[in-house]
């Protein structure tokens, strides 16, 4: 399958593991993907806030450049924040006349044109559960997790994504769970596996970013995570670059190693940790993979829970006895 | 826009809603309930809340509202947008009121008016490179605002960064800066420059 490739700028350096893994997994399940050719930035949570038709048309540049390149009508982001902006900008272009009239205006100034609709954008993990499927991915396993324990963590933008329909519940997600069982590996109860990681906060108001972050390392410490498997660059960032002003601000002692979900993938699949970007995480992930053991663990009776299918996420409470 | 609709000239509450791109015009059903502020991550350390923000820009309190630090604080993570009952697209208005802020020239009263500088900052890198570069932008922001944050940023985290090969010390640019700079500099005269 072939697909456009839309890295960002977090992947070209910063979040470069994620990049590195999502190769390495792509040839194993005979993904394609191609590079836009000369893309720019999307503007991140920054360029909307302060002028609206410039922010469009710097996101509608990659639009119109994915489309041109004939390199396939999917679009795949693996960052949430450029995954949402495309997504975004696609959506309000065919909804909103006045805006797409401007856009158009500008993006003639540069030569380009894009039609509303003819690239669809995805985020990473849609396409590798809804595409690629978990059974495609079970069956490249050879190296199963066993024994590791992982808290999966979607943040924001891509289970919400605003007025848009998200390929997963905007509440509680549950795609990233399922994947990671597929690995072998354990998954935790996390529910703040949707919760905000502090987003750009940290450089504006770090009080607002580490009380954020806290909360989220403290869910996943309290549910005996090895580590925490995330699908966003700022969201790997925040917490991971972060995790020792939490420490120092709050008392607290948190060493949990934040992972991208596809090096979790490759590892299972049997490619090298290396290839995989591991070792750029700066709270280190090495105690952690070593619990992986060849055993699987013994099934776990699960207790029975209070079964909630809406409202506000609560702590699921286990019944007695 | 929406004063050809009526005889009364456009009011602040006209102004937001037509500034904000989706189902803006829902704003007039907001019921106040505060589910958006009971969710919102950042809530308690807002002026007003998003309910209270929502009261206020019905009651033409422009100035209040522009000049409160409420919209600065908003994470973005869209909780309220997708619990709100009435479908109000609630994240998307805070963009607009950050965005008018700026151009009613307010933000600097917020007590959080570094938040404008940082988008700034950072979409200056990519208005001239067409990507972003995270060294660049954090130190000039942090030297410009608060260059005690600089020493930190550079003896601590930006070190360990730097040492996983995790930050670039310079700027990559795109091969079609000019194209960028055109396609921008049109939409800044469609848009009006803020």
């Not at chain 1, 410039?54 to 960052?79: H, K, M, T, W």
């Not at chain 1, 044109?113 to 396409?127: A, C, K």
């Not at chain 1, 690629?132 to 050879?142: D, L, P, T």
């Not at chain 1, 024994?147 to 999966?152: G, R």
Request: hydrophobic content about 35%; charged content about 20%; overall charge negative.
């Amino acid at each position: 399958m072939k697909y456009g490739y839309y890295p960002g700028c977090s992947l070209e350096r910063n979040a470069r593991a994620y990049h590195d893994s999502t190769m390495a997994i792509s040839k194993p399940l005979n993904l394609e993907f191609v590079e836009v050719d000369d893309w720019n930035c999307c503007g991140a949570t920054e360029y909307i806030a302060l002028n609206k038709i410039p922010a469009f048309a710097l996101i509608s540049r990659n639009l119109a450049l994915a489309a041109d390149q004939n390199i396939g009508e999917n679009l795949v982001a693996p960052c949430s924040a450029c995954y949402l902006n495309l997504k975004k900008a696609d959506h309000y272009l065919a909804e909103t006349p006045d805006l797409k009239q401007k856009v158009d205006t500008a993006l003639e100034a540069g030569g380009l044109q894009y039609q509303p609709g003819s690239i669809n954008v995805q985020h990473l993990l849609e396409t590798l559960v809804l595409d690629v499927g978990f059974e495609a991915i079970e069956e490249q396993v050879q190296k199963p997790l066993y024994n590791l324990k992982v808290a999966p963590y979607y943040g924001c933008l891509v289970p919400r994504p605003a007025a848009m329909d998200s390929f997963d519940d905007p509440e509680h997600p549950m795609s990233l769970d399922k994947l990671i069982e597929k690995l072998g590996a354990t998954v935790v109860d996390f529910p703040l596996k949707a919760q905000c990681c502090g987003g750009h906060m940290t450089q504006i108001s770090e009080d607002t970013a580490l009380e954020l972050i806290r909360h989220l390392l403290k869910n996943a410490a309290d549910n005996e995570a090895d580590m925490i498997a995330t699908i966003c660059p700022m969201c790997q960032l925040n917490l991971d670059a972060y995790q020792d002003a939490v420490n120092a601000r709050f008392g607290t002692d948190y060493h949990i190693p934040i992972v991208y979900f596809t090096q979790l993938m490759g590892l299972a699949f049997g490619i090298p940790a290396k290839k995989l970007g591991f070792g750029k995480e700066i709270v280190s992930s090495r105690a952690a993979l070593e619990k992986i053991s060849d055993e699987a663990p013994q099934p776990v009776k699960k207790s029975k829970k209070v079964q909630k299918t809406s409202g506000l996420p609560m702590p699921i409470m286990i019944e007695e006895g | 826009m929406t004063d050809s609709l009526t005889s009364r000239p456009p009011t602040f509450y006209d102004e937001v809603v037509a500034e904000t791109l989706g189902l803006a015009e829902n704003l007039k059903t907001c019921l106040q309930c505060g589910t958006c502020s009971g969710s919102c991550p950042s809530g308690p350390d807002m002026d007003y809340s998003p309910r209270t923000i929502f009261a206020m820009i019905d009651a033409g309190m422009k100035d209040e509202v522009l000049r409160s630090n409420t919209s600065w604080y908003c994470v973005s993570c869209y909780y309220c947008t997708v619990r709100c009952p009435q479908e109000i697209p609630i994240t998307d208005l805070m963009y607009s009121l950050k965005r008018m802020s700026i151009q009613a020239g307010h933000y600097q009263e917020a007590d959080l008016d570094k938040a404008p500088e940082f988008s700034e900052t950072f979409m200056n890198f990519v208005e001239n490179n067409g990507r972003s570069f995270e060294l660049g932008i954090a130190t000039r922001y942090h030297l410009r605002y608060h260059p005690l944050g600089a020493i930190k940023l550079a003896t601590g985290m930006g070190l360990k960064l730097f040492t996983k090969g995790r930050m670039d010390i310079t700027p990559t640019k795109i091969k079609n800066i000019s194209q960028l700079k055109s396609i921008l500099n049109k939409a800044k005269e469609l848009g009006g420059a803020a």
